[in-house]
């Protein structure tokens, strides 16, 4: 029992046989759940790669044919994945007017779900980070982090055509 209690303190509470199977449930469906999630957030960063307001997009999915960056991704991975983040032009107060008018991507300080999530990275996951820090590392005051779900592409790139453009 000693040995479990100090598992359990480093690992936390252990999986009740509910959380077990819905956890085993969804494993059935998680292949087609990150395709779909990937091809959303592929037509999602060609949009956002056109749009005027948008200064520069970060997503795997995007770089180029002989980029070290994009051999690394071929090595490790077998897609470039869901999550996506877009600088506007602009400052914080352009970022939170996109989030607010945001109407089904839905503003969340955790990503990564079958649902589309966005976050302020700079006041939300950096917010502790030095400013300079940040700025080094590509996190500025207008940029934007999406976590890509499984709704329809064409809703997705709606709803960020509304939050971007009134």
């Not at 955790?110 to 700025?135: C, F, K, M, Y």
Request: hydrophobic fraction near 40%; charge should be positive.
């Amino acid at each position: 029992m000693g040995r479990l209690k100090v598992m359990r303190t480093f690992l936390g509470n252990m999986a009740s046989p509910h959380t077990c199977w819905l956890l085993l449930r969804s494993l059935e469906t998680l292949k087609v759940r990150m395709e779909q999630q990937t091809k959303n957030a592929q037509l999602v960063a060609k949009y956002l790669i056109k749009h005027t307001k948008v200064k520069k997009v970060n997503f795997l999915g995007l770089l180029k044919e002989g980029d070290p960056n994009n051999e690394l991704l071929k090595r490790q991975y077998s897609s470039p994945r869901t999550m996506i983040s877009f600088e506007l032009y602009g400052s914080e107060k352009e970022a939170f007017a996109c989030l607010n008018k945001m109407k089904l991507i839905k503003l969340a300080v955790s990503l990564g779900s079958t649902e589309s999530l966005a976050q302020h990275s700079a006041s939300v996951t950096h917010i502790g980070v030095d400013p300079q820090i940040r700025l080094e590392l590509g996190i500025t005051e207008s940029l934007i982090r999406l976590s890509i779900g499984i709704e329809h592409n064409d809703d997705l790139i709606a709803d960020l055509f509304q939050a971007i453009e009134e």
